[in-house]
């Protein structure tokens, strides 16, 4: 899907690195690349209204959208990011958590402590990749 369209150029997770040279911000690209197969453990929320893409004016990327459209995630991240993993993935969906909430909250700590544990069995998304090492990360 498009996260951000602009009258030049429609912005989509194949675009990452266009999008960075675009806005003139190409250590983002590097900083990406250097994370992109880290996360093994996503745990993300769900059920509140988020940004999923931002529309612009010919003044991209010096000016503010001009409209935002919204989809289903936790206010900050969409629901489909965790979608978008190459590789095999543990998930944890928080319903009605707002994503910063999920650093403070009792069921999120819970699940981390029981990822440290190595007691978590969750569903796990697969991929025809092999799994990256071990990492947690917040979707």
């Given at each position: 899907y498009t996260f951000i369209s602009t009258p030049f150029f429609n912005y989509?997770?194949?675009d990452y690195q266009k999008f960075f040279k675009d806005i003139n911000f190409e250590d983002g690209w590097y900083m990406w690349e250097d994370?992109?197969?880290l996360t093994v453990y996503c745990l993300y929320g769900v059920g509140l209204p988020t940004?999923?893409?931002y529309v612009y004016?010919?003044?991209f990327p010096n000016a503010d959208p001009i409209d935002i459209i919204y989809d289903d995630g936790d206010d900050t991240v969409d629901s489909h990011s965790m979608r978008?993993?190459?590789?095999?993935?543990?998930?944890k969906e928080f319903r009605g958590m707002a994503h910063l909430d999920m650093v403070f909250n009792h069921k999120v700590?819970?699940?981390i402590q029981r990822i440290l544990e190595g007691k978590y069995h969750e569903k796990m998304v697969e991929s025809p990749e092999e799994p990256p090492s071990l990492s947690l990360g917040f979707v």
């Open positions: 989509t997770n194949q994370t992109k197969n940004p999923v893409t004016d010919e003044q978008k993993q190459e590789q095999a993935v543990h998930v700590l819970t699940t």
